[in-house]
Antibody, heavy 122, light 107 residues
Framework: QLQLQESGPGLVKPSETLSLTCTVS??????????WDWIRQPPGKGLEWIVS???????YYNPSLKSRVSISVDTSKNQFSLNLSSVTVADTAVYFC??????????????WGQGTLVTVSS | DIQMTQSPSSLSASLGDRVTITCRAS??????LNWYQQKPGKAPKLLIY???SLQSGVPSRFSGSGSGTDFTLTISSLQPEDFATYCC?????????FGQGTKLEIK
């Protein structure tokens, strides 16, 4: 059973870089059938899709965040990571990692990590 | 971006009620529409994909319909564990976008 788990600092200062890692278990991050995505949810608000990557390198960004987002994969650790630079208080949110199927006509997000709250504050 | 608008934003209902939640896309998305359930402090859970396909393990009291711009999620007979927030999501075009959510509360 595929499981995802986010990890990283819960507090980041304004203007600094938010860095989170998602560890995948129960399956390979190099799977040909999966994209790996990050989604966030500000407190009390809706979900916002951030970025999607395929292990071989294809990456898709939300244009609203593209200039500040980078994503990487470590196949040896079965992990993928998110970096969000120049953060402000508006980046305070619960960050989720999730899987999206590859090579199918329809896309959905499943499963999800439990989420990790990142607060941007000085 | 494709805007997803849900109605109502909140809903009170009783155990055993039949409930319908609506999601409207700002442009046609064919049937590229998913529904999720989210409980407080938890990650979203996929219920329905491709507008009407029930995710494995999800009770059959949940159903989805629609195509183009208008979609519905129906719960045929509310159970205690169904009180949660529901949101739709389009997978037609990047950036993938979500509705603002419908909070289902106990009457």
């Amino acid at each position: 059973q595929l499981q995802l788990q986010e990890s990283g600092p819960g507090l980041v200062k304004p203007s600094e870089t938010l860095s989170l890692t998602c560890t995948v278990s129960g399956g390979s991050i190099s799977s040909s059938s999966s994209h790996w995505d990050w989604i966030r949810q500000p407190p009390g608000k809706g979900l916002e899709w951030i970025v999607s990557m395929y292990y071989s390198g294809n990456t898709y960004y939300n244009p609203s965040l593209k200039s500040r987002v980078s994503i990487s994969v470590d196949t040896s650790k079965n992990q993928f990571s998110l970096n969000l630079s120049s953060v402000t208080v508006a980046d305070t949110a619960v960050y989720f990692c999730t899987r999206r199927p590859y090579g199918v006509s329809y896309y959905w997000f499943d499963p999800w990590g439990q989420g990790t709250l990142v607060t941007v504050s000085s | 971006d494709i805007q997803m608008t849900q109605s109502p934003s909140s809903l009170s209902a009783s155990l055993g009620d039949r409930v319908t939640i609506t999601c409207r896309a700002s442009q046609s998305i064919n049937t590229y529409l998913n529904w999720y359930q989210q409980k407080p402090g938890k990650a979203p859970k996929l219920l329905i994909y491709a507008a009407s396909s029930l995710q494995s393990g999800v009770p059959s009291r949940f159903s989805g319909s629609g195509s183009g711009t208008d979609f519905t999620l129906t719960i045929s007979s509310l159970q205690p564990e169904d009180f949660a927030t529901y949101c739709c999501q389009q997978s037609y075009r990047i950036p993938y976008t979500f509705g603002q959510g419908t909070k289902l509360e106990i009457k």
